[in-house]
């Protein structure tokens, strides 16, 4: 593999350089990541405690451009704490985060911000009084001779829910209060895409969601990857990511256990890793463990 072909070519997403028949255990191949094709975004050996609790204990994790990166884990597996320090919130203990390759520090999420990176927290953060176009421009806002131009407004907000393809929205000067859960998760994604994301992480984006507006979120993850945002999304919920995800980076006590291309794993296999950090049940991790005693 040499730098030359990298460039030629894109890699397929998420692909190790070893041929990539397997999910990867972690701290062995680590997350794909040459000098040409660098990921998007990419931690490693990220560390941070709380106290006497060590929330995060070595996660790698790599995400390419235009790819959906499905971050799975039980609970207090560290899925939270890890987004929060790609988001700014917290800084870690240790390790490197890259963006495009290149070491960068997120201390705040302004640093975020700057890079492309929208989150999407569970609580949405959108204000419940305030219109969608208000929403999607607050901090934003488009001005015309010193005044909101609320036209301009209005029809960039338009046109984004319609790339999205969000239909069901009435209205788009209705208050967000009005809207559904897959509704208000529409407006929340459309106001990253406006704010010219390259990165969008969602936390359970389908937590508080019936089957439609699942369905809903669903597809407007895939339209983000289409338009090449990346997308990093926390789930619960295994038919959702097979659904929808590129590859699997799996946690187990603040630990990157297993990453890489979703067709490398199955749920069962992927149920495995969450819940023991290990799978007996992938060959080629067992071959793996194998080798190193
Ligand atoms: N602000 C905090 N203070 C102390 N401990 C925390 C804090 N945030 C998270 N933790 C701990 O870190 C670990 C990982 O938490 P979290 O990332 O929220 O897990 P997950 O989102 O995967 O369920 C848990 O043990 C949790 O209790
Ligand atoms: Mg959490």
Redesign the pocket.
């Known amino acids: 593999m040499t730098p030359a072909d990298d460039a030629s070519r894109p890699a397929p997403a998420g692909r190790e350089a070893s041929g990539g028949a397997q999910p990867a255990p972690a701290g062995r191949a680590g997350p794909a990541g040459t000098s040409s094709g660098a990921p998007l975004l990419e931690l490693r050996g990220i560390t941070k405690h709380?106290?006497a609790?060590q929330?995060?204990d070595g996660v790698d994790l790599a995400v390419e451009e235009g790819q959906v990166m499905a971050l799975v884990?039980?609970?207090?597996?560290?899925?939270?704490?890890?987004i929060?320090t790609i988001s700014g919130i917290?800084e870690p203990d240790d390790g490197q985060v890259l963006w495009k390759g290149r070491p960068v520090v997120i201390a705040h999420p302004n640093d975020a911000r700057d890079l492309g990176i929208t989150t999407v927290y569970q609580d949405l953060a959108l204000c419940d009084n305030l219109d969608i176009v208000q929403n999607m421009f607050l901090g934003r806002e488009k001005l015309r001779h010193r005044l909101l131009d609320e036209d301009e407004m209005e029809k960039a907000a338009k046109a984004t829910l319609a790339d999205l393809s969000v239909t069901t929205i009435r209205s788009i000067r209705q208050p967000v209060a009005s809207l559904s859960g897959g509704q208000r998760q529409s407006v929340a994604v459309a106001k990253a895409v406006m704010a010219n994301s390259k990165l969008v992480i969602l936390d359970e984006p389908t937590a508080a969601l019936g089957v439609a507006q699942t369905e809903m979120v669903l597809s407007l993850v895939r339209r983000l990857s289409e338009q090449g945002v990346a997308v990093l999304a926390?789930s619960h919920n295994l038919n959702d990511v097979f659904a929808v995800a590129d590859a699997i980076t799996v946690?187990h006590l603040?630990h990157t256990v297993a990453a890489g291309p979703i067709a490398n794993f199955d749920s069962q296999v992927a149920v495995d890793y969450m819940t023991t950090g290990r799978s007996e049940r992938d060959a080629a991790s067992a071959a793996l463990a194998t080798e190193t005693e």
């Open positions: 709380f106290g609790v929330a995060l884990g039980d609970n207090g597996a560290g899925k939270s704490v890890t929060k917290w926390i946690l603040g």
